[in-house]
Antibody, heavy 119, light 107 residues
Framework: QVQLQESGPGLVKPSETLSLTCTVS????????WSWIRQPPGKGLEWVGY???????DYNPSLKSRVTISADTSKNQFSLKLTSVTAADTAVYYC?????????????WGQGTLVTVSS | DIQMTQSPSSLSASVGDRVTISCRASQTISTYLNWYQQKPGKAPKLLIYAASSLQSGVPSRFSGSGSGTDFTLTISSLQPEDFATYFCQQSYSPPWTFGQGSMVEIK
């Protein structure tokens, strides 16, 4: 059974870069689509973007100029970088696996990691 | 972006009640609609995909229906472990977007 685990700093200063890594266990990253989704405290869910098994990426237009998602197949990990962060980027960040096709959905979620943007 | 609107935003119900939550898309999305359950401090969990298909391991009291722009999640007989927040999500066109959530509380 595939499991996902986020890791990275829980506190980032304004204007700096948020960097998170998701380690995939129980399955290979060389397949499916891998995404990041965030949730500000007490609010709803926002899809950040994905990277496919072939390295194709797509990002939420609202974040596109600041986001990069990459993958390291040798480590079975994928990563998120978000530049020039502000307090509005404070959220629980989830890494996830998507199924694609007629049944496109987020089928596996990490436990989430809270990232606070503050000086 | 496709906007997803859920109703109600919250509801109070008793164990054994039948509960219905609605989700409306701002444009047609065929049946590219998913439902998730989220409990406090936990990640969301997929319940229903493709509008009406039950995810493996999810109790059969959960069901989904609809197509086009209007969708419904039904819990046929509410159980204590079902008190949570429910989100719909469209997977028709990126960026995937979610409804604002519907909190099911104990009456």
């Amino acid at each position: 059974q595939v499991q996902l685990q986020e890791s990275g700093p829980g506190l980032v200063k304004p204007s700096e870069t948020l960097s998170l890594t998701c380690t995939v266990s129980g399955g290979s990253i060389s397949g499916n689509y891998w995404s990041w989704i965030r949730q500000p405290p007490g609010k709803g869910l926002e899809w950040v973007g994905y990277i496919s098994y072939s390295g194709v990426t797509d990002y939420n237009p609202s974040l596109k100029s600041r986001v990069t998602i990459s993958a390291d197949t040798s480590k079975n990990q994928f990563s998120l970088k978000l530049t020039s962060v502000t307090a509005a980027d404070t959220a629980v960040y989830y890494c996830a696996r998507e199924n694609w096709g007629v049944d496109t959905a987020v089928v596996v979620w990490g436990q989430g990691t809270l990232v606070t943007v503050s000086s | 972006d496709i906007q997803m609107t859920q109703s109600p935003s919250s509801l109070s119900a008793s164990v054994g009640d039948r509960v219905t939550i609605s989700c409306r898309a701002s444009q047609t999305i065929s049946t590219y609609l998913n439902w998730y359950q989220q409990k406090p401090g936990k990640a969301p969990k997929l319940l229903i995909y493709a509008a009406s298909s039950l995810q493996s391991g999810v109790p059969s009291r959960f069901s989904g229906s609809g197509s086009g722009t209007d969708f419904t999640l039904t819990i046929s007989s509410l159980q204590p472990e079902d008190f949570a927040t429910y989100f719909c999500q469209q997977s028709y066109s990126p960026p995937w977007t979610f409804g604002q959530g519907s909190m099911v509380e104990i009456k």
